[in-house]
């Protein structure tokens, strides 16, 4: 921004280019030669005198006329609308958006005073193809120059979103929403809700079907349409565009997915002859569970041989995503919720993933252990105790977890 003693600077030289070119005006018109005049009849001298006077008048309106333009196209570039108002505002330039639209819509936000003054300088200064799509923080406190520049940098305002692993779609949902960038349910719409079956159209029964990403990523060709996206928005640290549309978000979240659940993954599952999403529903249960990728190996062959074996897997995960309750606040009646996601309830895997898995959870579920373990339960202090009989459950049970 300019200061004051550089913004006078600036209109002093303004003044002094104006004076300049008065004296050109006053040079052209007023010009008379050395040699001598030639006496005229006193009429004809009248209207010399008239057109030269008249010449003069419009000539100063003319430099008057200029000097007030150059003077507001100054104020209107070069100073900021309101240098008091320092609350920052996000402004979007959607791909595609051409200069006269974002200078009607920074005049519409009252971030700049003129959209003429704009539209001129940007024109001139060869700038108007180098305004970058994204969101960006402005205030009515920066000078129209600066918002150019900063706008001509790609200097876009960013949020960082950390996915823990464990964290679940609300988790994610109410990050975004307590963001101001959209709400909760906006996502849910697009990526699916969580602890609910889809349908192919919206009913009372649940909501329709989630967008369809498996065109643009062959790892979701194998998860059924009825789920959401749990489990596969990959934990780690992301960089969010303030702006950024809910797909434009996933797209990123999958894409980072694609690249660190690798070839050789990969394959050791197809080799299993088992599917990604098996993998990526057991390892959130993993996630959720239990602390230790040692442990996290053993408690995967354990659910796999119950499963095996037609036995309910009775994991307390799966009722904590549906209630939203505790482990420790669990009820007898919450066993009996009907659900597909009650493992207390209905055989083999959950509907879906229940969390989104760390790299750990999702290679213990690929390279399980098999061991002459039934039962396991995690300790309040994080320890997993393993039995090979009910006795043994219950034993360890009465110990840690009453």
Known sequence: MLSKKQSFKVLFFILEWSEGIKNKFA??????????????????NKRKSFRRGSIAVISSIIFFILILLI?????????????????????????????????????????????????????????????????????????ANQIISKLISGEVALEDLIIKPGMDLRDIGWWFENQGMFQA???????????????????????????????????????????????????????????????????????????????????????????????????????????????????????????????????????TYLTGKSSGGLTNNDKKIESPYNTYKYFDLPLGPIANPGIDSIEAAVYYKNSPYWYYLTTPEGETKFGQTLEDHNYYKAIYLR
Request: net charge negative; aromatic share 12%.
């Open 71 to 143: 003077i507001w196209f100054t104020l209107a570039i070069f100073l900021p609308k309101d240098s008091n108002n320092q609350e920052n505002v996000v402004f979007i330039i959607e791909q595609g958006m051409g200069s006269e639209e974002i200078s009607k819509a920074l005049k519409e936000q009252g971030l700049i005073k003129s959209k003429i003054a704009f539209d001129i300088w940007v024109f001139v200064s060869g700038k108007d193809d180098s305004l970058m799509a994204g969101g960006y923080d402005l205030s009515s406190a920066m000078s």
């Open 185 to 319: 349910e906006e996502m849910f719409e697009l990526v699916g809700f969580p602890a609910v079956r889809h349908f192919s159209t919206s009913s009372p029964e649940g909501p329709g079907l989630p967008y369809d990403f498996s065109d643009e990523f062959s790892f979701l060709q194998d998860k059924p349409g009825n789920v959401s996206l749990e489990g596969y928005l990959y934990p780690d640290t992301y960089q969010i565009e303030k702006g950024e549309t809910v797909k434009m978000v996933a797209r990123k979240i999958l894409s980072n997915f694609d690249q660190k659940v690798t070839g050789e993954l990969r394959n050791e599952i197809k080799a299993q002859g088992r599917t990604i999403f098996e993998v990526i529903n057991l390892a959130s249960l993993l996630e959720k569970e239990v602390k230790t990728r040692e442990d996290k190996e053993i408690v995967a062959g354990i659910i796999l041989k119950r499963i095996r074996n037609g036995w309910l897997i009775q994991i307390d995960a799966t009722l």
């Open 27 to 44: 040079y052209f018109f007023f010009r008379t030669s050395d040699k001598k005049r030639t006496a005229y009849p006193l009429g004809q």
